[in-house]
């Protein structure tokens, strides 16, 4: 691994930096790419800013939201591509995969992982966020805080650490949290943005999804579902399917939360959250995936129900060890 040093001696040498998020980005992934490429911009780089997917609606509220590119021109040059939330340019995918190569990569993450594409690399799994090592980053930097820098830190933060209510939180965390709003952030409004702010449709979706909740008491796990049809007929996409596991996750007895979403190639993406005991990031590593300790995913092709019966059996498996 690397140490910040090295990273912002290397990025004091870059000129022209393409900054990338995981695709299906949360508060986290565009919140850190913006405050690092912001403080960029600061010192007199150019950067752009680039991600799969659309800016969910909820986070369009973050400074510079619009300027995150979908594509790339095919004669796009950087000297230095950083990758923020993920390890890999796969998972930013696009135009992105290509524009990488021959150049320096570096990697600042948080999420457990054996390796990563970077020339140099910050992984801290310990992180409550990626954008807590953004914080550290411009503080080893010397680049001042301000209104701007503090709003994309504290939704990054915020989200990760369920709005500083999940096991990540620690004292250590609360006390950035109130540096960053000493520094401009408004815990409020930003609040409202992120979870008051959802159209009637997805509850509309959200209804739907409860419908299919599923629960077996004895192993505490419960599920819920999304397919492709609910989407059609509510006039909702999977933007508006944030923090839906948290709603089985919130059920007594429960001790591991599954959200099956229908892929519109009909592959099967699970996102999984603990209650403690379970660690679902091994469980979503078996399947091709990862995450945390308390919140990880994976994707399933093939059968659906037989992508079920594997999970659960993994599940069960590692619910068993737990009580033994």
Request: proline residues 4%; aromatic residues 8%.
């Amino acid at each position: 691994m690397s140490t910040f040093t090295q990273v912002i001696a290397a990025l004091k040498q870059a000129k022209r930096i393409l900054i990338g998020s995981h695709y299906n980005p949360d508060g986290d992934a565009l919140g850190s790419a913006a405050a690092l490429g912001i403080a960029l911009e600061r010192q007199g780089k150019k950067v752009t800013f680039f991600n799969r997917d659309p800016v969910p609606f909820n986070l369009t509220f973050l400074p510079h939201a619009d300027r995150f590119v979908r594509t790339l021109p095919k004669d796009a040059s950087f000297d230095t591509v950083v990758i923020v939330d993920c390890n890999a340019a796969k998972r930013v995918g696009g135009d992105f995969e290509k524009a990488i190569k021959g150049t320096r990569v570096i990697c600042i993450d948080h999420h457990q992982l054996e390796k990563t594409e970077g020339d140099l690399t910050i992984l801290e799994p310990d992180a409550a966020a990626t954008g807590v090592l953004i914080m550290r980053f411009l503080e080893e930097a010397k680049i001042p805080l301000d209104r701007i820098l503090a709003t994309c830190l504290f939704c990054a933060i915020t989200v990760d650490t369920g709005s500083f209510r999940y096991s990540n939180a620690t004292p250590d965390v609360f006390l950035l949290g109130a540096k960053l709003v000493k520094a401009g952030a408004d815990p409020y409004e930003i609040s409202k943005a992120l979870e008051e702010n959802y159209p009637a449709k997805r509850y509309r979706l959200l209804a739907k999804s409860l419908a299919t909740l599923q629960v077996d008491e004895q192993l505490g796990i419960a599920s819920i579902d999304v397919t492709q049809q609910m989407f059609k007929e509510t006039g909702t996409g999977p933007d508006l399917t944030e923090e839906f596991s948290s709603f089985p996750r919130s059920i007594r007895g429960v001790e591991v939360a599954l959200f099956f979403r229908e892929l519109p190639d009909g592959r099967l993406k699970v996102s999984m959250r603990s209650k403690g005991h379970v660690d679902v990031a091994k469980i979503a590593a078996g399947f091709g995936g990862g995450g945390h300790v308390h919140a990880a995913g994976c994707t399933f092709e093939g059968d659906a129900a037989i992508a079920r019966k594997k999970l659960y059996a993994a599940l069960a498996a590692a619910i068993g060890k737990k009580g033994t």
